[in-house]
């Protein structure tokens, strides 16, 4: 059983982190590079090109994270953040990735939770399956093992921040283009 200081965990992929800090390093270097070789003015037109595969890694790769206490769970994936009572969790499984498989039928993929990885051997422990644990035993605390009731609103809405900065990525760049031809 989930022992009480540990009635919430966070899953967020471990990879994530370390593409961050090579793609921005990498995109520091560039933009020093040319404000040296060039100018300010050059850096702030090549900037947005440089910022697309920062923001594809942030979003894709380091933002996405699962979140459980006892009132339910919250599934941020790259561009929908859901939300999700224990109520409205009828299962959680095990496939490629961590699912939760909803009351209404309904299945929640979530994209920050370790990768099952195919294993030549009978049984080799993976990281996925210890999260998966994890998850049931929140869930099982939470709901005093009982079966999911029909009810509880699971909550899906756009991750705002990660559009928003797509958006002015893609405007900043559309300008550089007009400003330089």
């Known amino acids: 059983m989930t022992p009480p200081e540990q009635r919430s965990r966070t899953i967020r992929g471990s990879a994530g982190i370390v593409w961050l800090l090579a793609t921005s390093a990498v995109v520091v270097f560039l933009l020093g590079d040319v404000v040296?070789?060039?100018?300010?003015?050059?850096?702030v037109l090549i900037a947005p090109w440089l910022l697309l595969p920062v923001w594809f890694v942030w979003t894709f790769l380091f933002a996405p994270s699962v979140h459980a206490d006892e009132d339910g769970v919250v599934v941020r994936n790259p561009l929908r953040t859901t939300r999700a009572p224990w109520s409205a969790v009828r299962d959680i499984v095990?496939?490629?990735q961590i699912a939760f498989v909803l009351a209404d039928g309904g299945e929640l993929q979530a994209w920050a939770a370790a990768?099952?990885?195919p294993s030549g051997r009978a049984h080799t422990p993976q990281p996925a399956e210890r999260e998966l644990e994890i998850l049931r035993e929140l869930r099982e605390a939470a709901t005093d093992g009982a079966a999911p009731a029909d009810g509880g609103e699971v909550r899906t809405s756009w991750n705002a921040r990660e559009i928003g900065l797509l958006a002015a990525i893609l405007i900043w760049a559309a300008v550089s283009v007009a400003v330089t031809r």
């Open 36 to 43: 040296v070789r060039g100018s300010a003015a050059d850096a």
């Open 94 to 96: 095990l496939r490629w």
């Open 115 to 117: 990768a099952k990885r």
